[in-house]
């Protein structure tokens, strides 16, 4: 069974935005509202800056913590790709899963359910790469099986330096940034 | 210089989490007192089923005021639901990892506990429905004739109300994207406030609502409870001084507690040094210093020694700031909690 994982290579990203409008397009994601986004992280003191610039979603964790405080069982881990996933109907809405969060990658959809990144499984189990991964023009993403040490997101995280977001917070985050 | 900027601009989460507005303070503050008056009842109820007076106790009768008040925090509870039509799911399933899930099967055994401890007092507090309703009236001579039956009834007001004050802690502590809440000390602190809170309420119904005859409407009877001693006879004055004395007590635990949490959060990361800044400095910490701790804790405590040793007469004034000071704690905590988040430590 897969545990999919996502490599962003952060030298190739221009932040053009493509991804997050291939994601609303292809998901339906409610006006105002976004399941990723472009962070511009600037470090140093001039001169001496660096810039990175990241397309953030949801981590699908290893140890997620929305998952764990979800009364309900919406939010749950699936067992295809052993990604984060939100059951529409099982969800209250009580919000758990967005204080949860370290990285404020849900939202509450005007439906009033919690909606979030699904790693776009429903193109991924028909062979497909997820929607922002397939129109990035710098080809700065990769999709794939972290399990399998053939795969092009195992091989580029063994051979290049990578970090994740507030690991930290002990969620052993899935998506990865090349630096 | 780190500076960060991002195109995310989700309502509720950007710029700030703020996923919670006063209906979960008010159900917390509500959850928290009636597990201290559960518990208060519970400890009276084991007291009672030894044999001592009942005219002794005030808090044995709190149960349907408990009760009006647990309805009035689920009704907070169901109004902050984004996905109202869909809260049946919580008792589809039991899930052991969440605290919201325990919580919300824990209410679901309170409800009959509260409303048969309730029943020890029907006669006195609800005469009209033991009139209507017989079949309850033979409930209600059934346990109080039976020793055992009552003292059942407190162990298991105990039980509950400890796990119901400490879930509304736990619930907030649990979530590590929230460093103001990562403290084992909020489960007990809440509970601790919560039994505060409790002695509080039943001091100020006390002096408010008159005992007897018991009201037979049925807000009133319900208040009355409070009120009604076991027998024909009103409480006795020492009553109120037991509740002032046990009032000061739980305030002066929570002051420690709250120490403790201070001191935790501020020797420990940048992240929950920021987040305890949040209440010494930032847009919470002149609610939290002059409403929590000054009106809160501290002035009643004061009034209440003052009380206690007969300088002053017995007043409401320092069960009002309790239960202001009670409600506030929520307040701030969950406000100031979702403001905190976690600093990156690493970055690229």
């Given amino acids: ?179 | 210089m780190i500076e960060i900027t991002t195109t995310r601009h989700n309502p509720l989460v950007d710029p700030v989490l703020s996923v919670w507005s006063w209906e979960i303070p008010v159900y917390l503050f509500f959850g928290g007192m009636i597990a201290g008056m559960m518990i208060l009842a519970g400890i009276n109820m084991l007291k009672l089923a030894k044999g001592e007076r009942a005219e002794s106790f005030y808090s044995v009768q709190t149960p349907l005021l408990g009760f009006i008040l647990m309805n009035l925090g689920m009704g907070a509870l169901f109004l902050d639901l984004a996905h109202k039509l869909y809260v049946y799911r919580v008792y589809m399933a039991f899930e052991p990892h969440s605290p919201m899930s325990w919580g919300s099967w824990v209410l679901l055994l309170v409800y009959p506990v509260i409303l048969v401890s309730a029943l020890i007092r029907l006669p006195q507090a609800w005469p009209w429905l033991g009139e209507r309703a017989p079949v309850l009236q033979r409930l209600s001579d059934a346990i109080v004739a039976s020793p055992g039956k009552v003292k059942l009834l407190g162990i298991l007001n105990i039980g509950l109300g400890i796990g119901l004050g400490i879930y509304t802690g736990i619930l907030l502590s649990t979530m590590v994207a929230r460093p103001l809440w990562n403290s084992a000390i909020l489960g007990p602190l809440f509970l601790v406030s919560g039994l505060s809170a409790a002695a509080a309420m039943v001091h100020l119904t006390a002096s408010l609502v008159p005992g007897h005859p018991a009201p037979r409407s049925f807000l009133g009877g319900a208040f009355a409870m409070l009120v009604q001693p076991l027998g024909e006879r009103p409480p006795e004055p020492r009553t109120a001084d037991g509740l002032v004395k046990a009032d000061l007590a739980f305030l002066a635990v929570e002051l420690v507690l709250i120490g403790l949490l201070f001191i935790g959060l501020a020797s420990s990361s940048a992240s929950h040094v920021a987040a305890i800044d949040l209440l010494t400095s930032g847009k919470y910490a002149t609610i939290f210093w002059w409403v929590v701790i000054v009106a809160g804790i501290l002035v009643p405590l004061a009034l209440q020694w003052l009380e206690l040793g007969h300088r002053i007469p017995h007043t409401i004034l320092p069960a009002l700031l309790v239960l202001a000071g009670g409600f506030a704690l929520r307040w701030v905590m969950v406000g100031a909690g979702q403001a905190s988040h976690m600093i990156a430590a690493t970055g690229m």
Wanted: aromatic fraction near 6%; proline fraction near 7%; glycine fraction near 8%.
């Fill in chain 1, 1 to 179: 069974m897969p545990r999919f994982g996502m490599v962003i290579d952060t030298l190739k990203c221009v932040g053009c935005m493509d991804c997050v409008v291939a994601c609303q397009t292809e998901n339906d994601v409610p006006f105002g509202h976004c399941r990723d986004w472009i962070v511009t992280e600037t470090r140093g003191e001039f001169p001496n800056l660096s810039l990175e610039i990241r397309s953030e979603r949801c981590n699908h964790c290893d140890n997620p913590p929305c998952v764990t405080c979800c009364p309900t069982g919406a939010s749950h881990v699936e067992g295809f790709g052993k990604t984060v996933q939100v059951t529409a109907e099982k969800c209250i809405g009580c919000k758990a899963c967005l204080a949860a969060c370290p990285y404020g990658a849900r939202f509450v959809h005007p439906d009033g359910y919690a909606d979030k990144c699904t790693f776009c499984l429903h193109r991924v189990k028909e062979g497909k790469d997820p929607a922002c991964v397939s129109v990035c023009p710098t080809h700065c993403m990769v999709f794939g099986d972290l399990d399998d040490p053939k795969s092009a997101v195992s091989q580029l995280l063994k051979s290049r330096k990578h970090h994740t977001i507030l690991p930290e917070a002990g969620t052993k985050p899935r998506v990865f940034y090349l630096t």
